[in-house]
């Protein structure tokens, strides 16, 4: 792994104050993603690194900024944020040093542009997110926010031989990202029920096992016996998309494969622990084997050296 400044120099970026300002996105997404930050330093061919920076700062930004308040609060605030992102892709001069950041990798990965107007135009599900009524639309959720958010990483791995390579590439993706924010949904039930008044299970799935929010706020015993068979519901059809994407390690260069290979592995025990603890998902989310994501970490690492 080489010191970010020569990171930055071998991708051409030598500007003193670019420097500064790829250091400091680096600075932050090391604090609030340390695992994923790690992660990429160490399986990710080098000259990936300051534009898989700048695509993580930048998703991070944007949910700092539509994440809290009223609806029409964060609606206004998604306005003004993508208006400015525009702006400086279309060559006006930044005043954050996340959109400077972001401009410069996009005029380095041309293909980040319309990644980042999907990520823009996608945003508005995230605003409006209070929970999901059916399966239908927990899925235009993954359609509209996750998979366009998922994509701004994923773009910079894509090998785009040809489009049927690129719509493959794309579509396991889909089934990657369904299956994580799945995972997601399950681990972060019991927070999500206390400050938010609702999770990203669809409520007829609820009541089709006779809970609510209210009752996994409160837990019972016998709440904790019911939420055990919806999250191995909710947990299988994680498993069958996280099936079908480890298609996704075959379809990417040998020098991304690591990468590719250590996300999949890393949402496998994750999976696992959730349905380990079932029920008890009430009660707080479900932590994954430190052992086992360190030895997904050094196996992928050998052989990212190897593939380097």
Avoid at 36 to 63: K, N
Avoid at 121 to 140: C, I, K, N, P, S
Avoid at 164 to 189: G, P, S, Y
């Amino acid at each position: 792994m080489p010191a970010w400044i020569r990171t930055l120099r071998q991708a051409g970026i030598t500007e003193p104050n670019l420097q500064a300002a790829y250091g400091h996105q680096r600075t932050l997404v090391k604090r609030f993603k340390t695992e994923e930050y790690w992660t990429v330093r160490l399986l990710l061919p080098a000259h990936l690194h300051p534009p898989v920076i700048a695509a993580v700062a930048f998703m991070h930004e944007t949910d700092q900024r539509i994440d809290t308040g009223a609806t029409d609060v964060r609606k206004r605030a998604l306005s003004k944020w993508a208006t400015a992102t525009r702006d400086v892709l279309s060559g006006a001069q930044p005043s954050d040093q996340t959109l400077q950041v972001l401009g410069d990798a996009v005029s380095r990965q041309p293909q980040l542009q319309q990644r980042v107007e999907d990520f823009l135009q996608g945003a508005r599900h995230e605003v409006d997110y209070a929970g999901f009524e059916t399966e239908d639309e927990l899925q235009a959720y993954i359609d509209g926010y996750s998979l366009p958010a998922f994509m701004l990483l994923a773009c910079l791995l894509d090998p785009a031989e040809n489009a049927k390579a690129a719509d493959d590439f794309e579509h396991r993706c889909r089934d990657l990202i369904e299956a994580m924010q799945r995972v997601d949904f399950l681990d972060d039930l019991a927070e999500d029920a206390a400050e938010q008044g609702y999770v990203g299970i669809p409520s007829k799935d609820l009541a089709r096992h006779a809970l609510s929010v209210t009752d996994l706020r409160t837990p019972t015993g016998a709440v904790r016996a019911r939420l055990e068979q919806l999250v191995e519901e909710q947990a299988e059809l994680a498993h069958l998309r996280l099936a079908v994407s480890r298609q996704l390690a075959s379809l990417v260069p040998r020098q991304t494969r690591p990468f590719i290979t250590a996300m999949l592995r890393v949402q496998e025990l994750r999976l696992q622990a959730v349905r380990r603890k079932g029920g008890g998902l009430a009660d707080g989310g479900a932590r994954p084997s430190i052992p086992g994501l360190l030895g997904v970490l050094a196996r992928q690492y050998v052989a990212a050296l190897r593939a380097r």
